[in-house]
């Protein structure tokens, strides 16, 4: 019950927090501190996202469609690499520096030539967002491999298991928790990758519908569509959490205590 209590109580004071931003955000507004084209209010923004909301709810049907397709197969090239790298020491000494370079690249850089490369179909935007996604899954993954409990895994091979039955019985169950704190990081990337990449080429998608509000200097709308895409990414990583829960219910201590 006491658990309970603060959880709503932590979510109050975000709730006070956020309110009260905006409320100093439509002062500031009203008070003319800032100019209207440059800083819209609050009820501004909400007036355009509810104006223009079909047009956005199909540029956004666009960019999860590519977030969602590029996430999956982040996840599946996160987790082989960090499979390889578990298995094989040599690969792993290989893999793990170029990995960390790979991220260093900024993703506005890499978009212009995968575009140049492959055109301003969906290929691109796809392989942009597995860039993108699949870094936290292998790091996360790899590094939930690496922190089981030894001494369950001197047991499993004591008693005479495979690679395969270790991994299949400690190691992957092990790292399930850093599985999905990683998929929370890369569900929010999927997002941003899809918007980065529909800036630089594309036809429909939330980037198109940013370049084109920003070049008529719709403010507004800008502000809009900043919030939606916010929500999404906050959505998805609610959604990562809740998959968690129902995957996981042996190690949901806190939410049993909380139902009960």
Same mark, same amino acid.
């Given at each position: 019950m006491m658990k309970k209590?603060?959880?709503?109580?932590?979510?109050?004071?975000?709730?006070?927090?956020?309110?009260?931003?905006?409320?100093?955000?439509?002062?500031?507004?009203?008070?003319?501190? #800032?100019?209207s084209f440059m800083l819209p209010s609050p009820v501004e923004v909400v007036r355009a996202f509810l104006r223009d909301l079909p047009l956005l709810m199909m540029h956004a049907r666009v960019?999860?469609?590519? %977030?969602?397709?590029?996430?999956?197969?982040?996840?599946?090239?996160?987790?082989?690499?960090?499979?390889?790298?578990?298995?094989?020491?040599?690969?792993?000494? %290989?893999?793990?520096?170029?990995? #960390?370079?790979?991220?260093?690249v900024p993703t506005v850089a890499i978009a212009p030539l995968l575009v140049l490369w492959f055109g301003y179909g969906i290929f691109p935007k796809v392989v942009l967002i597995v860039?993108?996604?699949?870094?936290?899954?292998?790091?996360?993954?790899?590094?939930?491999?690496?922190?089981?409990?030894?001494?369950?895994?001197?047991?499993?091979?004591? &008693?005479?298991a495979s690679r395969m039955q270790i991994f299949r019985h400690i190691k992957l169950p092990g790292a399930t928790n850093s599985f999905f704190a990683a998929l929370k990081i890369s569900a929010s990337y999927s997002i941003v990758g899809a918007v980065i990449s529909e800036w630089l080429g594309g036809f429909t998608g939330l980037g198109v519908y940013?370049?084109? #509000?920003?070049?008529?200097?719709?403010?507004?709308?800008?502000? %809009?569509?900043?919030?939606l895409i916010s929500g999404?990414?906050?959505?998805? &990583?609610?959604? #990562?959490?809740?998959?968690?829960?129902?995957m996981t219910p042996w190690d949901q201590p806190e939410a049993d205590s909380n139902e009960s």
């Open positions: 209590l603060q959880s709503i109580t932590d979510k109050l004071y975000s709730i006070t927090a956020i309110g009260l931003l905006v409320i100093l955000w439509q002062a500031v507004s009203l008070a003319q501190l #800032v100019p960019t999860l469609f590519e %977030a969602f397709l590029g996430l999956m197969l982040g996840i599946v090239l996160g987790f082989v690499i960090a499979l390889l790298m578990d298995l094989l020491r040599g690969l792993r000494k %290989a893999l793990y520096p170029l990995l #960390v370079v790979t991220q260093t860039l993108t996604t699949f870094f936290p899954i292998a790091i996360g993954l790899f590094d939930g491999f690496q922190s089981v409990d030894p001494d369950a895994v001197n047991l499993m091979r004591s &008693m005479g940013m370049t084109r #509000v920003i070049k008529s200097y719709s403010y507004d709308k800008m502000f %809009a569509v900043i919030f999404i990414s906050l959505v998805l &990583m609610a959604l #990562v959490k809740f998959l968690h829960r129902r």
